[in-house]
């Protein structure tokens, strides 16, 4: 399984350990990843996700999974969010309609 963020895509990133007599070791850092299911009120499931804790945090403060997706662009998410977001909006525009 890959260790990217199933929201915002945020992946593993490449850098220097850099020690006290400034040697440097390649390393990698890895994105806190978590395991939620995250309620969507519009569509009325719990979705399964692995999301980074700061992409959390995010969605908490947005007001929920419906409103972080609604707010962002689809340009900056991965496909599998952009598709959620874009079963959010057709379920608003059908309640609309009706």
Known sequence: ????????????????????????????????LQHVSLRSDVLGTNIPLRVTAATLRSIEHNGGLDGYLLNHSANKMTP?????????????SDKKAA
């Open 1 to 32: 399984m890959a260790r990217r963020c199933a929201i915002t895509g945020t992946g593993s990133q490449s850098g220097n350990k850099v020690s006290h007599s400034n040697r440097k070791t390649r390393t990698r850092f890895m994105p806190n």
């Open 80 to 92: 599998e969010a952009a598709k959620l977001k874009r079963q959010i909006k057709k379920k608003i």
